[in-house]
């Protein structure tokens, strides 16, 4: 498997447009997570799906941001307008379904840096 | 809701162990504690897991103390390659409350 996919791996826009960030999960995997890394704020959970139904939103940020999953093998992030302190690195990650105990091991893409100028 | 906090940085040479702690005082009883190592420009990646006592796998091993307040990541005789970032994680898949580190920058010296 090719891992976690993400596209684009590099994104400038200007402020007030709108930014839609991929991911393609493992094949297999029932949960996906999107992420976002600032060197202020870390690596902070933004939303979580699980069989593609979306389980906590509450780490997004704002109205702004909006995050789906149509089907088990495709999400996006969308930011919508885009605003300067919006730039950041953004991951995809997915796992297998919780088997009940432990913490499943998340496997990350390689990430989207956003730059909003 | 548990915090988790661990050293900024620290620094080792080549085939030294280094241990790098995390604390985590209010840790509920389902969660677990994950460390994930990053280098510049990838994703975080799984090293290893526990619950309690000692877990160890073919790259490390995770101390975890009967309190489970506190764990600590052992990297035996460390290489240059294993300069990178190492972030712990709290948590459980039960609710996905997932904590994670700040991060330790771990520089490893020739």
Redesign the interface.
Known sequence: DAG?IQSPRHEVTEMGQEVTLRCKPISGHNSLFWYRQTMMR????LI?FNNNVP??DSGMPEDRFSAKMPNASFSTLKIQPSEPRDSAVY?C?SSLA??????????????TRLSVL | LAKTTQPISMDSYEGQEVNITCSHNNIATNDYITWYQQFPSQGPRFIIQGYKTKVTNEVASLFIPADRKSSTLSLPRVSLSDTAVYYCLVGSGSNYQLIWGAGTKLIIKP
Do not use: C, H, S
């Open positions: 976690v870390g690596l902070e959970l979580y389980i906590d991951f990650a919780w088997a009940g105990q432990g913490m499943n091991i998340q496997y990350f893409g390689a990430g």
